[in-house]
């Protein structure tokens, strides 16, 4: 298949996937196992230095696409955040300080994610690339999504706006967005969502603060992938892997733009698409999906990674 056809068809599933429950990471592995990407060197016979440089290209592709999405983000989100920005420390209500005003409570939810992710960031690492892992992490949240939804609905919300949220409930996201972070497959807005919703935000409010943790969230870990892979050298433990440096020619860097341009363009529709969803529905058709891929995952995933 045409590289420029696996990177649309790529970019498609990163901005479809990136910011619904569902875990982008499992849905690009899975997409990438599929068409036969190789992104493991165990692929790579003895001596094969251009393999080597395909698994370190098409995972360095996988991170860089990420920010398409995030750019998509952002640009949605601009409105909101600049009005943050302009009402910061007081809040448009007057009744906030630096402590509880939701540009604070982002970065101290980000804050208490970034810092275990980086302790226990080697067993994230044992389980990026196993399916079953991330079959596994597929079903347990997409149950947990389903039972907290349920639950939620069945309870009044105790904050119905960002602007009322206060500082031991976005620790409390902060930590549970730890478990996408080490169990690939987990879903960064599945883990923000449930949380929120169990600490008593309504599904708006805890969809807007998913999206307002996403932005840090993404930027940091997106741009540490990316060092780690441009310069796998640098960091320890990289040199013993035979991690290959990337080599860019012309096809490969249009490859990655159009991979970046399409989840882009994806994700703008994607956002505002669950939005309303969500306003409506609520989560529980992602968590059945979930399930269901996770338990067709668990059956037939090893057919996925078989040459």
């Known amino acids: 298949m045409s590289p420029y056809i696996l990177s649309i068809l790529l ?40 393999c080597l440089q395909d698994v370190a290209y ?26 943050f920005a302009r009402a910061f420390p007081q809040g448009e209500s007057g009744d906030r300080n630096w402590l509880n005003h939701p540009i604070s409570l982002t970065l101290v939810a980000f804050v208490c994610t970034s810092v275990p992710a980086l302790l226990l960031r080697k067993w994230s690492e044992k389980n990026l690339d196993s399916l079953s892992a991330m079959a596994i992490a597929l079903l347990a949240g997409g ?27 976005a620790v409390w996201i902060g930590l549970c967005q730890t478990l996408s972070a080490v169990f690939p497959g987990t879903s960064r807005s599945m883990s923000t969502i449930a949380a929120g919703q169990i600490v008593g935000l309504d599904r708006p409010s805890a969809l807007e603060f998913s999206f307002l943790l996403s932005i840090p969230t993404m930027i940091a870990a997106t741009g540490w992938d990316l060092f780690r892979e441009i310069h796998p050298n640098m960091v320890a433990g990289a040199a013993l892997s035979g991690a290959a440096h990337v080599a860019m020619d012309s096809e490969r860097w249009i490859v ?29 058709m992602f968590a059945v999906y979930r399930i269901l891929l996770g338990g067709a995952l668990l059956i037939w995933g090893a057919r996925l990674t078989a040459h």
């Open 256 to 284: 990655l733009i159009i991979g970046t341009v399409v989840s882009f363009i994806v994700a703008l529709g994607v956002v505002e698409w669950f939005l309303h969803w969500v306003r409506r529905h609520g989560f529980t």
């Open 58 to 83: 098409w995972n360095m592709y996988t991170i860089v696409i990420q920010v398409g999405a995030i750019m998509a983000l952002c640009l949605l989100f601009l409105e909101r955040i600049v009005n």
């Open 11 to 50: 970019g498609i599933v990163e901005g479809l996937t990136e910011f619904l429950p569902v875990s982008s990471t499992a849905h690009l592995r899975i997409a990438e196992a599929l068409m036969r990407i190789p992104l493991s060197n165990s692929a790579c016979s003895v001596g094969n230095a251009a």
């Open 143 to 169: 149950i947990v999504m389903w039972a907290v939804d349920a639950w939620s609905e069945r309870h009044e919300a105790s904050t119905t706006h960002v602007e009322e949220m206060t500082l031991p409930q």
